[in-house]
């Protein structure tokens, strides 16, 4: 089945800084990406997605790009503000398993 | 609108109790899924409904009992439950035919 790899696992930034998350997915059929930030005691909450006929997509301080050869996608937040502080997931979903498998989480700190 | 609903937000019950979770979307979603989150861990899914018929279980214990009544509602019938089972139990919705997958809030279970 598919396998998702993240890193780095915690990652703490100044305001102001930017961040980027790394992940790694193994199965090739896989295409469609998305990114959830999950603030402490919510539900993940649905930020940016790319699918594979895509190779970058970037809404306001997001983006995410996605390497289909390597098999890596990445998220980019720049300018990070205090509220950017969360739990990132990156998920895969397609190919044999139909179903969004997720990486193992970023905690992300902006520290001021 | 891609507001899921749980109910409710916390619920604490003891191994003979039986108790059911709520969840509801009026997005026209027609899949419906739950999941099973553990502190510092991502989602696993439990189980996936599509057009109100159980299409993936996860092998999970027949102690966790899903039930989807219409297209806007999904439960989660619990009953003897253990101490491990204490998690946030999260539900989610999917347009077929879109990849996009909606969260709800969770509802916080401890097993007493």
């Known amino acids: 089945g598919e396998n998702v790899e993240q890193h780095p696992s915690t990652l703490s930034v100044q305001e102001g800084d930017s961040a980027v998350i790394k992940c790694t997915y193994s199965?090739?059929?896989?295409?469609?990406f998305p990114w959830y930030k999950q603030e402490l005691g919510k539900g993940p909450q649905l930020i940016i997605d790319?699918?594979?006929?895509?190779g970058e997509k970037k809404d306001q301080r997001i983006a995410v790009t996605l390497n289909k050869t390597a098999k890596h996608f990445s998220l980019h937040i720049t300018e990070t503000q205090p509220e950017d502080s969360a739990v990132y997931f990156c998920?895969?979903?397609?190919?044999?398993?139909?179903?969004?498998?997720f990486g193992t989480g970023t905690r992300l700190q902006v520290t001021l | 609108d891609t507001e899921v609903t749980q109910t409710p937000k916390h619920l604490v019950m003891g191994m003979t109790n039986k108790k059911s979770l709520k969840c509801e979307q009026h997005?026209?979603?027609?899949?419906m899924y739950w999941y099973k989150q553990k502190a510092k861990k991502p989602p696993e899914l439990m189980f996936v409904?599509?057009?109100?018929?159980?299409?993936i279980n996860e092998s999970v214990p027949s102690r966790f009992s899903p039930e989807c009544p219409n297209s806007s509602l999904l439960n989660l019938h619990l009953h003897a439950l253990q101490p491990e089972d204490s998690a946030l139990y999260l539900c989610a919705s999917r347009m077929t035919g879109m990849d996009e997958q909606y969260f709800g809030p969770g509802t916080r279970l401890t097993v007493t």
């Open positions: 790319i699918r594979s006929n895509v």
């Open positions: 409904y599509s057009y109100e018929k159980l299409s």
């Open positions: 998920a895969a979903y397609g190919g044999t398993a139909s179903k969004l498998t």
């Open positions: 199965d090739s059929a896989s295409n469609y």
């Open positions: 997005m026209g979603h027609r899949a």
